[in-house]
């Protein structure tokens, strides 16, 4: 599993029945954001259709606790247009993760006050909410489209 203090691993996905076998490795997957998860889709018994969706490029994004959502949304070699679909998909998916509760005037008014783009190391650059909205309609259109 480790060489040299590294996984050969990105995901580790597992049937409900095999979790208690895990517990031995909690302590080195816990930390690194590997250990499955039922609310993450990593535990379950179609473990074929969770396979394809980590394939197929499926990206979770968590909150820490002060409202702030992480998520990786590219690397550098990406083009540009690559990563104007990567923000629209995860802007699609924060809106369809938005709390039924919350309604305002605009689907952003009240759930997103800010949002900025920054390399793991870097400085971090504003992007405009109706920038975000261009992006998530432009990945809509191109979802109905290949529909």
Same mark, same amino acid.
């Not at 990406?78 to 990563?83: G, K, P, T, V």
């Given at each position: 599993?480790?060489?040299?203090?590294?996984?050969?691993?990105?995901?580790?996905?597992?049937?409900? /029945?095999? /979790?208690?076998?895990?517990?031995?490795?909690?302590?080195?997957?816990?930390?690194?954001?590997?250990?499955?998860?039922?609310?993450?889709?990593?535990?379950?018994?179609?473990?074929?259709?969770?396979?394809?969706?980590?394939?197929?490029?499926?990206?979770?994004?968590?909150?820490?606790?002060?409202?702030?959502?992480?998520?990786? #949304?590219?690397?550098?070699?990406?083009?540009?247009?690559? #990563?104007?679909?990567?923000?629209?998909?995860?802007?699609?998916?924060? #809106?369809?993760?938005?709390?039924?509760?919350?309604?305002?005037?605009?689907?952003?008014?009240?759930?997103?006050?800010?949002?900025? #783009?920054?390399?793991? /190391?870097?400085?971090?650059?504003?992007?405009?909410?109706?920038?975000?909205?261009?992006?998530?309609?432009?990945?809509?259109?191109?979802?109905?489209?290949?529909?």
């Amino acid at each position: 599993m480790t060489r040299g203090g590294k996984l050969s691993f990105d995901k580790c996905i597992a049937t409900p /029945m095999f /979790m208690p076998r895990l517990s031995k490795v909690a302590r080195i997957l816990g930390p690194r954001g590997l250990m499955p998860n039922p609310k993450l889709g990593s535990v379950t018994n179609d473990v074929s259709g969770a396979v394809k969706a980590a394939k197929s490029g499926r990206v979770d994004f968590k909150i820490d606790k002060t409202a702030i959502v992480h998520v990786g #949304l590219g690397k550098v070699n990406f083009s540009d247009e690559n #990563l104007r679909e990567n923000i629209g998909a995860f802007v699609h998916a924060l #809106l369809l993760a938005k709390p039924v509760g919350l309604k305002k005037t605009s689907k952003y008014v009240g759930y997103v006050k800010k949002f900025t #783009l920054s390399s793991t /190391m870097g400085p971090g650059f504003s992007v405009t909410i109706p920038s975000l909205s261009a992006a998530a309609d432009h990945y809509n259109d191109n979802k109905v489209q290949a529909s």
